[in-house]
């Protein structure tokens, strides 16, 4: 099974989205490599980064694109249609309920709590975050809100978030992750409404259609 280690930081400062900051290069880089499904061809570089600190976790993606569109601009907002990377994070060991952070290349987000096959067929349903506790999440881009009409050119744009671990407590009971704590998750990369659209993903999931919602196929995110 592949991992990703998340390290542990004392100096995390507000985010900026830039890949180059020094606190940075501490952090383990991993990579969207797999693009499953049949798609536009247009398969973009896609890296990111996570740390954490006692309060929060960080995550930061540098993305070599083109084709980038972000018209979605509310909290909530359906993103994954625009240029969007996303982040699927089940916080507890013995459940796979998961958070899905969806955000566009403009900064917006959509976060829902996902119940665990277990939890819905016991009558949970999906969960959307409030937008005061989304306001919780401190939010970075290079890119404005507002792409459209699309770039065509070859574009770099990062995204960089901090998100409480009270969130994670609020929604999952989970506790504040320490040295060689497991959560899992996955990593993804879509545009559906560009005029390129593309599905990638940090672990292989396997599904004859585009589904990142596949707790299945997480794979583990060790606290170091």
């Known amino acids: 099974t592949m991992q990703y280690t998340i390290r542990s930081t004392t100096d995390l400062s507000p985010p900026d ?33 996570l740390l954490y600190d006692a309060q929060n976790l960080a995550i930061i993606f540098r993305v070599e694109d083109r084709y980038v569109r972000a018209v979605a601009e509310h909290f909530q907002d359906s993103v994954c249609t625009d240029s ?6 089940s916080p507890l ?3 796979q309920a998961y958070f899905n952070f969806e955000v566009n290349c403009g900064g917006t987000m959509l976060l829902h709590r996902c119940p665990s096959a277990t939890e819905r067929e016991a ?3 999906t969960e959307n975050v409030s937008d005061a506790e989304g306001a919780t999440i ?6 404005p809100q507002i792409v459209e009409p699309e ?14 671990f009270a969130l994670f407590n609020q929604y999952f009971g989970a506790e504040t992750p320490v040295s060689g704590s497991r959560w ?7 545009g559906d409404l560009t005029s390129h659209p593309h599905w990638g993903s940090w672990a292989l999931v396997e599904t004859a259609r585009p589904n990142f919602h596949q707790p299945d196929f997480y794979q583990p995110l060790v606290f170091a």
């Open 123 to 125: 009558g949970r349903a």
């Open 138 to 143: 401190a939010m970075a881009t290079t890119l």
């Open 93 to 95: 060991a013995d459940s």
């Open 184 to 190: 899992k998750g996955n990593f993804y990369k879509c």
């Open 84 to 89: 969007c990377v996303e982040f699927f994070v």
């Open 17 to 49: 989205a830039n890949w180059h900051r020094s606190e940075w290069q501490t952090a383990e880089t991993l990579t969207i490599t797999h693009f499953p499904w049949e798609d536009s061809g247009h398969r973009p570089s896609v890296e990111a980064r």
């Open 151 to 164: 770039l065509t050119e070859p574009t770099i744009w990062s995204v960089e978030y901090h998100v409480p």
